[in-house]
């Protein structure tokens, strides 16, 4: 499995919007792809204008097809709400080990 962790800064007037696209985002992915386990967002507690998203998916294909779904676009859509670039850091899940975890039978 392929999990991601997403860090992105926001323009503070730019927030609701930023919120929005990304709900959108994050809650098709869970609901409307078989190869997304999670996609979580948070806020940094230091600073309300940084994000964090949390993203486990089955494999690369899992991923290309998050890529490809109408919700991304919408996120995608939204990316003149960061104040910078994303930074995405690739991981592999650990723990739990076993893919029914993430993918309930």
Sequence with gaps: MIAIWVRVKVKPERRGDFLKAIEVD????????PGCARFNVLQDQQDPNVYYFYEVYRDEAALE?????PHYA???AAADTLDGPAQATRCTTVFPASADYWFKP
């Excluded at 994050?26 to 792809?33: C, P």
């Excluded at 097809?65 to 779904?69: D, M, S």
């Design 74 to 76: 919408v996120w995608r």
């Design 65 to 69: 097809a998050h890529r490809a779904a």
């Design 26 to 33: 994050a809650l098709g992915s869970e609901r409307d792809e």
